[in-house]
């Protein structure tokens, strides 16, 4: 447990006193550190590479896309549910990344750019395909005394929302 913060973290490395590992608490403690005036933070604040920051994210946007398509998780295949949750994660991914592109700058002083900004094209790349694949998957599916037009039409809202 880190001294002070509440949080249980596997420690990977410890470097200057500050574990760069993926929980929560190290990038709390980065914002607390940017807030002092600390030196470079060594872990990224936008929580991409932390699957306890994005948890929340993705059971919210598989709820959320599970009701608009009016099914429930178990009545998908194993492949349908294997894409619902890569395209979650993917989504999560970068709507993170989106809210911390809000506050930090996409071209730094120097010139440069973040770094992940080649994560974001990625997992954008991703949650397009997996919704596609999805779309395929529901549209096979058949549930008896159901109309699956619904869902269907949901997907494609989903692909709007993506588009834009």
């Known amino acids: ?9 596997r420690r990977r490395e410890v470097v200057g006193g500050w574990s760069y590992g993926g929980c929560r608490g190290d990038v ?12 470079a933070s060594l872990v990224p604040a936008h929580g991409v590479y932390s699957g306890s920051v994005l948890a929340p994210s993705v059971l919210s946007l598989k ?19 294997e894409l619902l949750d890569t395209y ?4 999560a991914k970068v709507q993170a990344i989106d809210a911390w592109l809000e506050r930090e700058p996409l071209v730094r002083a120097d010139g440069s750019y973040p770094d992940v900004l080649k994560l974001y094209f990625v997992a954008l790349n991703a949650s397009t395909r997996a919704l596609e694949a999805l779309r395929g998957i529901v549209g096979e599916l058949r549930v008896e ?12 809202a989903e692909a709007g929302k993506q588009k834009r």
């Open 28 to 39: 709390e403690m980065t914002k607390e550190r940017r807030r002092r005036g600390g030196e």
């Open 145 to 156: 005394d159901r109309d699956l037009a619904s869902a269907l039409a949901a997907l494609d």
């Open 88 to 91: 979650c994660r993917a989504k």
């Open 1 to 9: 447990m880190r001294p002070g913060t509440g949080v249980f973290c």
């Open 63 to 81: 709820r959320g896309l599970l009701a608009r398509m009016g099914l429930r998780q178990r009545e998908l295949s194993w492949a349908g549910r």
